[in-house]
Structure formats: C-alpha cells, structure tokens
C-alpha cells in the first residue's frame, strides 16, 4: 500500500521566538514509552522513556529533569536517571531524552507502565493551562511467556511537526515491531497526572479537538467540508484537514500490538504539532512503487524529490530495516538481521530536482508476514525568514519466503502394507529454527493458478493439508486414505513460527497416479427393494494391468459388505476363487435377503494371489462403493427427491434419471426427467407430476394428496482415470413412495340457528325452566365464492362458541363427525351465544370458519302496583308478577311522597314488606319506586332496564283477594 502526505516543517529555530518567555518549568514537549523483554526471564523487561524537551524556552528545566518516576504497573515505583540527552537532528531547540531501566515482574499478567513529569511547555491552545498541567504517557504490556522475546513497537519519527492553516497535514509515526506483530491504531486524549497518585493519570483539562475545537468554522483544504482530525487505523496516517487557527497543538494516539488476533499490548504517544501561515510551497516527492520480493532479493530504488519554487532539497529516509532511531543514530538493539538498509544521497541539502537511491540486501532472516515500511521525506530551504515545508511517502516492502523447490514423488509401501506416496524435494534453507513444511494434496491435477506475491494456497485451491514435517525435513510418506484409479496433486509449503510468522510461496505441484494391479468395482445397483428379501448386484473388473501368469494361482475375490452408507464395518458375503481364464464369470455377485427398504449397503473386494509358500495373499482391496440412497421429502402438491453415495468412480457432470410409478412400488416406473448433475448438491430433482421424457408414455399429471407416488433413481458416472476401461457405470437406488402434501383447506360451511321467537312467548313462558339449549344446523358447499370445488374428504365438523357477540375468541365445543352436521347445545342457563362451525378434512387441514350466528334471550320483568302488608298472609310482600325472564341484577329503590327514600334492595324477587329499610312499618299511601334491571344478553353491553312507578301500600285490615 501506498500513502502519501505533507507536513509543514516549523524551523524549530524559530519557535523559541513566536512565544513569550515563561517560567524554566515549561519544558515536556512529547515523548512515549516502549518496552523489551530480556533473554533468560520472562518476567524482566527493559523499559524506555523517551520525551521530547523544549530547550528554548525550557533548558534549565530540561537540564533539571535528571530524573523521572516509573510506575511498573504491580504497586511498585522507581527513579530512573536519564542517559546523556541529545538534540533532535536539524533542530538545536529540542532535546532527545531518554531513561531506560529493567523490572522484574513477580508473575504474568496486564502491567500499565506509566510516567509523569512537570510541566508541559507553554503555549499549548487546546488545553487548560499548559504550564501547570503535568505531562502522563503509559504504556501496557502482557507479560507472558507464551509471547518470547516479545518487544513494543519502536516509534522512529519524532513526535513534533508542525502545519499550515488551511493546508492538509498529515504525520506518521514510523511505528516498527521488531517481532512482525500487527499493528493497530486509535486517537485518544493526551492526559495529565493526579497529585495525589502519581501513577494514575486523567485526561487534561478543557482539551479541545484540534479540527474545529478552536475555529469551529474550519473548512477541509478544499474548503467544501468541516475541517477533520483522524488516524487511519491500518497505516497509522495522523491527517488534519485542514487547521484552522495557527497555535501549538498537543494531541494523542494509541499504538495497539495484535498477535493472532489477541491485544497483547498499547503505546500512547503525545505528541505536538505546530501550526502556522506560509506562502511557501511544498516539495513535490516520487517515492517507489510498493514491492513484494522473495528473500535474497537486493532492492535498489530510487527517490526524486522537485520544489516548484526552486528551493534546494534535504532528502532524508526513516524505518525499520535502517536500524536507526529518531535522532539518526544507530539503534541500539538491531531492529532487523544484517544488512541494514540504506539510503544515500550525493549530498544535502541538492538542488532541485533531488535524488536518493534505497538500497537494501535481504536475506532469509527479513521474512515476516506484516510488511516493512519505510518513509521518505523531503523538506525545502526557502530562507532564513519562511518556514521550511516536507512532502512525505510512504514505501512498503514485503518480503516472502521462496518457494520449496524440486518436489518429487513416486509410489511405496506403507509399513503395514496398504499403498502410499514417497514425496521428497531439495533442503530447504530459508527457515528460521520451529519452521514447518506443510504438505497438501488434491485429487486431479489442473494448473496452479498463483497471483502475484501470493503465499501458500489460495482459497479454494481443493488443497487439503495430509501432513507436516520439520523444515529440515526432505521427505514425506503419504497413506492418508489414497484410493486407486485417482489422480493426485500434491504441493509444499515452509510455514514460519511466530511471531513473525507467514507461509512461503508453494511449491510446483506434482502429479501422481497410483499404478493399477488390482480390481475396481463398477456397479452396486438396487434389484429389489424389500425388508427381507431385498438384492443387490455387485460387480467389478479383474486385475488391471496383471495377466494370469503374473502371479501365482490361484487367485481369489473376497467380497465384503458393510451396513450404511459409506460405512467400513466390513464383514465377508461371498469368496470366488477364479484362474482368470477369460470368460469366466467370476465378476460378479448377487447379494440377496436384504433391507434395502431401511438399508444403504457398502462393498470392498480383496483380491489374494498365491505366494510362492502355497498361501494365499492379499494384494490389494478395492476402494468401498456403496449402493444409491434415494429420500423424499413431501411438499405442497410436489415431491422433493434426493440421492447420495458413496463411489471410487465419479457421478458427477453426468444426466442422472428419475423413474416414477404411479400404481405402487411393483410398478410400471417411467422414466420421467433426466437430471444434469454437477456436484452431490445437485443430485436432487422435484417433481410436481410432470413426464419430461415421452417414450415410454405420458404420465404428466398433477400430484395428489391422496396419492401415492412410487420412485427410483439411476446414476450414471465413470472413473477419472482413463487407465480404467469400463465406460459408463449406472446404479439403481431402492425403490421409496411418498405422497405430496396439499395445504388447501376446505370451503367454511353454511350455519344457521333456531331463533327464539319472542312475540311467541306468553308471560308464563320458561316458567320454573333453568336449562336451555340452542339447536345448529348447517350445510357444507360444493363449490367455494370464487366457484371452485370444494374438498369433499370432510372427516369431522368442528363447533366453536362465544358467549358474547363481542368476544374476539371463541371456545371450541366439540367435534362431530362427518357427515353429522346438527347440533344441540344443551345444559344453558340462557339461549344468548354466538356460533360458528368450520369443516376438517382428512389430512387434518381446518377451513375458515363460517357464518357467525347468535340467539338472544327475551327477557320479561313485571311489577304490581298494590299489595296490602296486613299479615294476613295474602299479598303481604310486594315481588315481581309471575315468571321474570333471564334476570341478572336488580336495583330497586322506593320513595315516599316527598321523595326520601325509604327501602332499596338488589334481591331479584324484591320481598318488600312493607317496612323501611331500617326495619320501621311504613304508613299506608302512595309511593314511588325506580327499578333498574339487567338481563342476560348476547351483548355484554346490553343497556338496562329502568322503570319508574307508584306502588298503593294498603293495611288496616284491608287485603286483596
């Protein structure tokens, strides 16, 4: 990949300048820490602070800063004291400060290493008080190991640049992981330590994001989008589009380290960048096409860099394989195996146009499977007063593994005796120690098809992997399950241990055909199909490529047999011993008493020669061959067929055919559809009744629920090998039958009811009756709304009820058998209830429902108006005239002549007796009463009844006859 970027390069000359003098405890400009784990202990680790000091407006609190607390992470601390400082390279104003220490830690786990120093340099925008706020970088490892000698990525560019209002700037950090381990990265917020815990940290006060935080009307360069600040999270590319306002920036990102896709640790990196106004042009830089090379390869390169304003041009190059840090300076640990890589240039600073080559010998030890980036950068002299500007691009090399060379193979014997594959190939020397050569294989051999840079086997090669050796290994037995009359391809591949990791480029394939001196079957097909009585016929060829005279006789065929498809519980069913002689038939068996109705069966044939001892030995054994499996699966108005086995020979890429009985499983079958079959997924066929194939007879009719339709299958295939002479081989499956499944439900019957007819009643109609019943008819249709047929294969009627119109769901009564279709709904308190009826047919299939119908009651509730509570026992309590109909609740209320009330009651037969309801006689006269009553209704919301009336209480003697 290639990315590529410009920055604004601030001569840092004169940043010392473009601030006010401030207090010497201004000095952290940016810094990270990186880590090492150290050979002979996995807990102890080399640990490296590395922070930017400001030196013009900060040296003497630079100079001060001998010393720097290192929290480990495990509650334990340490001052460390700071080597020799150096200054950053080209830029006298900022120091390069690094401490370093070792710590042991007292067992595996997470460990966040952190440091905090005070102060940060002053002048900061995008945070609260810069000069009073700590500087907190922290860096987390997992200690383990399982990891080796794991190391943190180094950072090789400097983490200070500097941009240009309204100009796109990007920076990258150079991020390099010595031990190949991928890298990820984020943004964060840069942080500030706690003065009551120095090894926790928060994030600064009032930090504001550099994009639009501080102009919030920033544009992109190109001026038609808000102004954005990113990271890419593959490449670690920092672009800020574009800034807004000119000022010093601090801003962070976290590096993450992924090893086999675990998170084994993080590096925060605060960093500042410096933006200001310049007329100047950037250089313009033509940095190499990205490349892939196999080891051993010597990469020569050449760099041109232009300036369109003339300038002359500093061309400098940074990344792992140079072996040098930041400041320029060897590293101190190489970063990559000898030879390091270089760039040179005929002098610094040139005139444009400017050249650099690159130039780097690689060798085995440069493998990996992340690739390597290097950085080039151009930076222009404008003059004493304009800011400098750098282009920089981006250059990434992948190195790869060569591939395995000379691979060979040739037929052998495996130590117990069945056939196998002698693969060997040159030594292979490009392998670090833990290398594996992984060996593969395919049946068929068709051409290798690699893309360029492409290592191991691309997906869907049909390789598999058969077995892995040592690197130093130049030999591999293969008797994985190798059948004969199969052509094979096999290929190699060097795969390295972590945690550089990757697999080389495979090797050539080789191909390789089994020799032939034993039989092959050719048929298992299906005769009859039976629980008992069912057979198969088994058939094969004689020993290809052996005459009768080539070993000794007699010979002798050992027919095998196992339950299942595919199975290998082989057991013996039939020896034929056999001279050869042509004409003979000694290829052939009938195997007879099975069930195939349950059954798919497998065959092996052993063929024995007689050794030069009289005793009979196996040569060798056929590859198993099973018989046809054929299954159905029921589906709306059509069947769904489906077929497997297991076969040495090939079914595929050939016209299979489908044989259907419509009179039972003795036939006749007719061929009905030929099926063009690729691969196993495609050995299936559906049939909705159609006859496609027309010579024996049209059968085409559709499918029947009521039916039974009867089928067999037969597969056509052939060997691959053209070393096998036996044509086309076809196999009948078992006989199987299933009928279709048919989801049309039948039409909804007609319903009706016997109403209750009220104007029929009299008052003493239901009289003392406290049960009723509704009586339901109906009818089922012949033909549905739409004129279509109705199923007529009614098994049984399905009566639902709902007390109320209202109800939303009905309650399922009862069933009644077809043809029945009344029925009396008896043991009701009241007639009032809805119904609906719905028909069932025999595949158990419901139809919609029918009509809805409903009865209601007719009420009736009746009120004298005299009674003489005398205690003459006549007429003595004031109650309902005869026989009230269906009566829920009443309400009864009574008032005298001035409207007070005197009794209430909500006893349904009322049985005043003439008193108040405190128990008190009342006075003969006139009252008044409102009654409310509510009645059983087929509405659950049925209004009430309510009657007013006047009622004559009459004592003194005086009764009612």
Not at 11 to 34: K, Q
Not at 105 to 133: C, E, H, K, Q, W
Not at 339 to 367: E, K
Request: aromatic residues 10%.
């Amino acid at each position: 990949m290639k990315f590529t970027y410009t920055a604004w390069l601030v001569a840092f000359l004169l940043i010392g300048s473009l601030w006010p003098a401030v207090s010497y405890a201004t000095h952290v400009r940016a810094g990270e820490i990186t880590t090492r784990r150290l050979p002979g202990n996995s807990l102890t680790y080399e640990i490296t602070l590395t922070v930017y000091f400001d030196e013009a407006r900060g040296r003497d609190a630079a100079r001060q800063q001998e010393t720097v607390t290192f929290c480990f992470g495990d509650g334990t601390t340490q001052e460390v004291r700071r080597l020799p400082p150096t200054l950053l390279r080209g830029n006298p104003n900022t120091s390069i400060n690094i401490y370093r220490t070792t710590h042991t830690y007292p067992g595996p786990g997470t460990f966040s290493i952190s440091v905090a120093i005070t102060n940060r340099n002053n002048g900061t925008i995008n945070m609260l008080d810069p000069v009073n706020t700590s500087f907190y970088i922290s860096t987390t490892i997992s200690v383990n190991a399982a990891l080796g000698l794991n190391s943190t990525p180094v950072l090789l560019n400097p983490p200070l640049d500097s941009a240009r209002v309204g100009q796109r700037f990007c920076h990258n950090p150079a991020a390099f992981d010595a031990d190949g381990d991928s890298l990820a990265y984020r943004l964060t917020i840069p942080q500030q330590g706690v003065p009551s815990n120095p090894c926790r940290g928060v994030v600064v006060n009032g930090y504001r994001d550099p994009a639009r935080g501080i102009n919030p009307n920033a544009q992109t360069e190109a001026q038609n989008a808000p102004a954005t600040f990113t990271i890419n999270p593959i490449t670690g590319d920092l672009c800020w589009d574009a800034p807004g306002a000119a000022g010093q920036y601090n801003v962070a990102f976290i590096i993450e380290e992924w090893r086999n896709g675990v998170l084994i640790g993080e590096i925060i990196r605060d960093m500042q960048i410096v933006v200001t106004d310049n007329p100047n042009r950037r250089p313009q830089l033509q940095a190499p096409a990205d490349l892939c090379v196999e080891a051993g390869t010597l990469i020569n390169q050449t760099v041109t860099a232009t300036d369109p304003d003339g300038h002359r041009l500093e061309l400098t190059a940074f990344g792992g394989p140079f072996n040098r840090g930041p400041d320029g300076q060897p590293y101190p640990d190489a970063l990559v195996a000898p030879q390091a890589a270089t760039f040179t240039t005929p002098n610094q600073p040139q005139n444009s146009p400017a050249t650099g080559t690159f130039r780097w010998q690689t060798n085995c030890s440069h493998i990996r499977q992340e690739p390597y980036d290097i950085v080039f950068r151009a930076v222009d002299f404008p003059g004493r007063n304009a800011t400098q500007l750098a282009t920089l691009q981006s250059f990434r090399i992948t190195i790869i593994g060569p591939r395995p060379q000379n691979l060979a193979a040739r037929p052998t014997a495996s130590p117990t005796g069945g056939r196998a594959v002698q693969l060997t190939w040159s030594p292979y020397t490009c392998a670090p120690p833990g290398s594996l050569m992984l060996v593969y294989r395919r049946e068929g051999c068709p051409p290798l098809q690699l893309s360029p840079c492409q290592t191991g086997l691309p997906p869907g090669s049909g390789y598999t992997e058969v077995g892995r050796v040592p690197s130093t290994a130049t030999a591999f037995v293969d008797t994985l399950n190798l059948r004969r009359g199969i052509q094979y391809s096999y290929v190699i591949v060097a795969q390295y241990p972590l945690p550089q990791g990757g697999v080389s480029i495979a090797s050539q394939p080789v191909c390789f055909n089994l020799p032939l001196l034993a039989p092959v079957l050719t048929n298992v097909t299906v005769d009859s199909t039976s629980e008992t009585r069912g057979v198969i016929t088994v058939r094969w060829t004689r020993p290809l490529g052996l005459n009768p005279g080539d070993l000794g006789a007699p010979y002798q065929y050992r027919l095998l047999r196992s339950t299942g498809l595919g199975t290998t519980t082989f057991t013996p069913v039939a020896t034929i011993t056999t001279t050869l002689t042509p004409g003979v038939a000694d290829t052939l068996f009938v195997d007879r008493g099975l069930n195939t109705t349950q059954n798919a069966y497998t065959y092996q044939l052993e063929f024995y020669f007689t050794a030069t001892n009289g005793q009979l030995t196996r040569l060798d054994a056929t590859e198993p061959a099973s018989s046809v499996r054929l299954s159905t699966t029921p589906a709306l108005r059509q069947i769904q067929l489906s077929w497997q086995a297991q076969t040495p020979w090939s079914n595929d890429n050939q016209r299979h055919r489908v044989y259907r009985s419509r009179r039972g499983p003795n036939g006749p079958f007719n061929l009905i559809a030929e099926v063009a079959v690729q691969g196993p997924n495609t050995y299936v066929y559906t049939d909705t009744g159609s006859d496609t194939f027309l010579a024996d007879g049209n059968t085409s009719l559709p499918l029947s629920a009521d039916s039974s339709y009867c089928y067999r299958v037969e597969t056509v295939g052939r060997y691959p090998d053209s070393r096998i002479p036996v044509g086309l081989l076809y196999n009948f499956s078992q006989i199987i039958c299933a009928s279709p499944i048919d989801t049309t439900r039948p039409c909804p019957p007609v319903l009706s009811l016997d109403p209750l007819d009220c104007a029929a009643l009299t008052d003493e109609s239901f009289c003392n009756q406290s049960s009723f019943s509704n009586n339901l008819r109906w009818r089922y249709p012949e033909r549905d709304a739409r004129n279509q047929l109705c199923d007529q294969t009614i098994t049984s009627y399905n009566i639902y009820y709902s007390r109320y119109q209202e109800d939303e769901r009905s309650e399922r009564l009862t069933s009644v058998p077809a043809p029945v279709t009344t029925f009396e709904h008896s043991s009701l308190t009241s007639v009032a209830g809805c119904y609906y009826v719905t028909a069932v047919n025999r595949r158990g299939l419901e139809s919609a429902p029918s009509n809805r119908v409903c009865n209601d009651n007719c009420p009736a509730y009746k009120l004298p108006n005299v009674f003489t509570p005398n205690g003459d026992g006549r007429n003595d309590v004031f109650q309902p005239l005869a026989c009230p109909r269906f009566v829920e609740t009443v309400e009864f209320v009574v008032y005298n002549r001035w409207g007070a009330k005197v009794f209430q009651t909500t006893d349904p037969n009322l049985n005043w007796n003439g008193k108040t309801t405190a128990g008190q006689d009342l006075a003969s006269g006139l009252y008044y009463y409102q009654v409310t009553v509510r009645f059983a209704s087929v509405s659950r919301n049925a209004p009430p009844l309510v009657q007013k009336g006047w009622i004559q209480l009459l004592r003194d003697g005086v009764s009612m006859r």
